[in-house]
């Protein structure tokens, strides 16, 4: 078993786009990004948290502006169309999952294509169909990133992904099959899913429940990239969606949380 861990990797990431943004500069651009963080879910604040620290690393201007959980979609989507137009804001994030009395899709929508961050709009998620994508969702980009990184091969290998999210599952799954693996798909409604997770070489999961995959679950040998990221309240630490100890002890190669 093999730990697959980014850092070194990471590290040459940041080289590079730390480069690159001087570049802007030198140019006249100063990169500057806002990121929409509605309520109060633990993880939605962890990840925002470290996504400013990145930004402050490379260099580029983050914004974290954080709403209260009874704000309407119609502000929401007012405070979208004012950084649409502020010609100083480059790339704009909502951070998911968005409190179920606000409209989602609508909010999406109201995104403008070439701001939006995280790949979610109809505009770019429909180029990802159809394999023409320019604008990719940031975390099925990070865990294809780690199976090459692991050199894993992934041609005509059975790939099952966890979770059918719009910002994770489907396109994860759309970027496995322009790799040809053999993709499939299971999610919180999958009778038996042992018996699916159990078939396949690269099991990739995103279903947002803690320790969800077991030893027992898992192909010996398989590749594991766990996604899933959950908070828990009793030790104050994230958790992933795989039973990491225990799955670790069957896999060739796997992710921490």
């Known amino acids: 078993m093999k730990v697959l861990r980014s850092k070194e990797y990471v590290v040459h990431l940041k080289e590079d786009l730390k480069a690159r943004v001087l570049q802007l500069k030198q140019r006249g651009v100063y990169p500057n990004v806002v990121v929409l963080l509605v309520g109060e879910d633990a993880a939605s604040k962890a990840y925002a948290k470290m996504k400013g620290k990145i930004a402050d690393q490379l260099g580029i201007s983050y914004q974290l502006e954080e709403m209260p959980a009874n704000v309407t979609t119609e502000e929401m989507i007012a405070k979208i169309h004012a ?58 980009l990070a865990a294809m990133a780690l199976l ?72 010996k040998g398989a590749v594991v990239i766990d996604i899933g990221t959950n908070y828990d309240d009793e030790t104050g630490k994230l958790t992933g969606d795989v039973d990491f100890e225990k799955v670790a002890e069957k896999a060739s190669l796997i992710t921490p949380v």
């Open 83 to 140: 950084l649409n137009a502020d010609e100083n804001v480059h790339g704009v994030m909502v951070e998911m999952p968005l409190p179920k009395s606000l409209n989602e899709e609508e909010i999406i929508q109201s995104l403008d294509p070439q701001k939006d961050m995280d790949g979610i709009h109809p505009m770019n998620m429909g180029y990802l169909l159809k394999g023409q994508g320019h604008i990719l969702p940031n975390t099925p």
């Open 148 to 219: 090459e990184l692991g050199k894993v091969d992934l041609e005509g290998k059975i790939a099952l992904v966890v979770g059918r999210s719009n910002i994770v599952g489907k396109p994860l799954a759309q970027l496995l099959l322009e790799k040809n693996a053999t993709v499939m798909m299971c999610h919180s409604r999958t009778p038996h899913l042992e018996e699916w997770t159990r078939q396949a070489d690269v099991l990739c999961v995103a279903c947002g429940q803690s320790r969800l995959i077991k030893a027992d679950m898992v192909k």
